[in-house]
């Protein structure tokens, strides 16, 4: 049961530092009177001098303490780890590049707010996208009692007024919006404008946040292990996540994984938003083509359909559900075989998976060679093997043309 908020009560504030969040610093402060907590969680988006200033902008707002909370590595065990496993893309474009991102985010701050025995748990969304159902809803299952304050849509602010408001406070931040919206996770980076409110209109090549350096083709070998990325070329990493961060450094620069993503939003409405993925998107084309020579037909097609659902389930805050556990135990297990190195040409604004090399391949020629010869089999064989394996719809086919 909720218990009625009062003056100098500890609030704890999910906090990028943003117009948003820091109208939620003076609110809460200033009109409420409650003693904030500010904790940002970064899941591979921000630089330590970012996270410096951050920092120090939170105290200047007057907060009563301020945590950083790295999650990158978190981020991947957690969630990317099951994304590469099931080779998700959301509507087959898309690799939940900032939904996954907001779910590492808010499960950090429901425990930072469980762990400092905060009354409420303030997030900064407003009433017209995703994140207000993620956020609200993990705060939900995780802290249940703890009031969850979201000012912004509350209030039914417009960005006009939370700046008046702060500029009567006397605080000091750029109120200047920028053309594009950019937010930068491990897995990829969103970009909002003009051109995506609506349904035509690309991004221009100014907006996209990697600008295009390299236009020589270069060739990068993936080394996997057990399904997940543990080198780049010669350079061997203690953790996927920096193999992740490595591989973008070399793909970003070609432009790659650049597209904008069509998709149905968890309130009911389609939106579009542009996005650049370079290391995501070559590393879940890498994993799926070594996959397709190690894993068998009905391994495979059972990942697909599992992973489909895990995907949705995943973008619309369903982290929590029980079942997300069960398919992560059946992904994880289909890895077991997943090892070996894949090579991928990389190109200005493309990419291509040029083979593969693996002791589990099972295109093997002991066993013959597609459309040429094979070892293992006979033509007896194929044509005992033919007459059983159509012999229902032989059957079929019969009765029907009998009854004509």
Sequence with gaps: MKTELTKGDKVVLGFSGGLDTTYCVKYLTDEKGYEVHSVIVNTGGF?????????????????????????????YDRIIKYLVYGNVLKNNTYPLSVSAERLSQALHIAEHA??????????????AGNDQVRFDMIF????????????????????????SYLKSKGVEMNFEKAAYSINKGLWGTSVGGKETLNSKGMLPEEAWPTQVT???DEEVKLHFEKGELTAV?????DHPSKAIQYLQTIAGAFGIGRDIHVGDTIIGIKGRVGFEAAAPMVILKAHHALEKHVLT?????????LAQFYGNWLHEGQILDPVMRDIEAFLENSQENVTGDVYVQLQPYRFQVTGIESKYDLMSSKFGKYGEMNSGWTGDDVRGFTKIFGNQTAIYHNIKESNQ
């Design 297 to 305: 037909k009905w391994q495979l097609g059972w990942k697909d359909q």
């Design 47 to 75: 630089s330590e001098d970012e996270l410096a200033k951050i920092e120090k902008h939170a105290y200047t707002l007057g907060v009563k303490s301020h945590t950083t909370v790295n999650a990158v590595q978190s981020y």
């Design 114 to 127: 469980k762990k400092l025995g905060a009354k409420a748990v303030v997030h900064g969304s407003t009433g």
């Design 214 to 216: 390299k236009t020589n």
């Design 140 to 163: 939900n299952i995780m802290i249940p009692g703890i009031e969850i304050i979201t000012p912004i849509r509350d209030l039914k602010l417009s960005r006009e007024e939370e700046i």
């Design 233 to 237: 070329n010669a350079q061997a990493f």
